[in-house]
């Protein structure tokens, strides 16, 4: 079935630091694929998406290709700040038997910047 | 301010004590859904409607009901909760059920079963 792997952290650097998080998805069809973020006791809130293939999504400086050859969508930073520090989750679309898209979710990576 | 709102945040409740949470979002969105966050498995779907009285399962459902009689609500209720359903639950909303819609999220239901 469709899935998502995203690497585990916690990934902890320090502040201006280069940031990669690592995500590589199953699917069947064309899925669109995010980046969700959770900061410290709040909810998810879409950080970046992209929709088709070689499309590169972009938001508060994270960046992420979609790379239908590779399966990646890899999440990109080039400085972090501490107020980064989250748990960022890989997601992708599929399709579902009614129609409807379903989300599915990687297991979530947390990030710690130091000052 | 467009928002999911969930009810209550924080919950301990002892096993077989009937539960609800409640969701409610301002977007006039058709689809909402509900998932449940447990570490190292990511967020998991336990039902989804895509529009007012139509509803269905997603990858966990066992223990839960949901009822969508309204556009905006979409409660999740435990009828008799078990200590496995402990967890962090989130309610999302969306404008329709196409591909590529943003989701929003609520911030989040901590419920303890003991």
């Known amino acids: 079935g469709d899935s998502v792997t995203q690497m585990e952290g916690p990934v902890t650097l320090s502040e201006e630091a280069f940031l990669t998080i690592n995500c590589t998805y199953t699917?069947?069809?064309?899925?669109?694929l995010f980046w969700y973020v959770q900061y410290p006791g709040e909810g998810l809130q879409l950080l970046l998406k992209?929709?088709?293939?070689?499309d590169k999504g972009s938001n508060k400086g994270f960046e992420a290709t979609y790379r239908k050859e590779t399966t990646s969508f890899h999440l990109e930073k080039g400085s972090v700040q501490v107020s980064d520090s989250a748990v960022y989750f890989c997601?992708?679309?599929?399709?579902?038997?009614?129609?409807?898209?379903?989300?599915?979710f990687g297991s979530g990576t947390r990030l710690l910047v130091r000052p | 301010e467009a928002q999911v709102t969930q009810n209550p945040r924080y919950l301990i409740t002892v096993t077989g004590k009937k539960l609800t949470v409640t969701c409610s979002q301002n977007?006039?969105?058709?689809?909402m859904s509900w998932y449940r966050q447990d570490p190292g498995l990511g967020l998991r779907q336990i039902y989804y409607?895509?529009?007012?009285?139509?509803?269905d399962k997603g990858d966990v459902p066992e223990g839960y009901k949901v009822s969508r009689k309204e556009k905006r609500n979409f409660p999740l209720i435990l009828e008799s909760p078990s200590p496995n359903q402990t967890s962090l639950y989130f309610c999302?909303?969306?404008?329709?059920?196409?591909?590529?819609?943003?989701?929003?999220f609520g911030e989040g239901s901590w419920l303890t079963v003991v």
């Open positions: 992209a929709t088709k293939a070689d």
């Open positions: 999302a909303s969306s404008l329709n059920r196409a591909s590529g819609n943003t989701i929003y």
């Open positions: 997601a992708l679309t599929t399709l579902r038997g009614d129609s409807s898209y379903k989300l599915i």
């Open positions: 699917a069947t069809g064309y899925p669109s």
């Open positions: 977007m006039n969105h058709e689809y």
């Open positions: 409607s895509m529009n007012v009285e139509v509803t």
